[in-house]
Nanobody, 121 residues
Framework: QVQLVESGGGLVQPGGSLRLSCAAS????????MGWYRQAPGKQRELVAT???????NYAGSVKGRFAISRDNGLNTVLLQMNSLKPDDTAVYYC???????????????WGQGTQVTVSS
């Protein structure tokens, strides 16, 4: 069992900032990567940013230079600092963990419940 608890979403004006946090807990023996995905109204879920256990980051082109992903407390907490927010950033943001709950099993994706980010004046 893996649990992902998200926080930090809310309403912000264009140009503002938010910081999302995701804390992973439960039966986790290894983490390959953690990240954030989002799903905007009328759109499919898309990658926002990921960070591997080695610290390598990957960003969607639409957020590069504005968002920054980082990790705290080892690899079990991932943060997403979002600056210069745009209305197009409005979406439900989902935390993702790619790893193992038990040794000897394949890596699996685990998901949080999602947190709403709304960018509007």
């Amino acid at each position: 069992q893996v649990q992902l608890v998200e926080s930090g979403g809310g309403l912000v004006q264009p140009g503002g900032s938010l910081r999302l946090s995701c804390a992973a807990s439960g039966s986790i023996v290894s983490i390959n990567a953690m990240g954030w995905y989002r799903q905007a109204p009328g759109k499919q879920r898309e990658l926002v940013a990921t960070i591997t256990d080695g610290g390598y980051t990957n960003y969607a082109g639409s957020v590069k230079g504005r968002f920054a992903i980082s990790r705290d407390n080892g690899l079990n907490t991932v943060l997403l600092q979002m600056n210069s927010l745009k209305p197009d950033d409005t979406a439900v943001y989902y935390c993702n963990l790619f790893g193992r709950a038990r040794w000897g099993t394949p890596n699996s994706d685990y998901w949080g419940q999602g947190t709403q980010v709304t960018v509007s004046s």
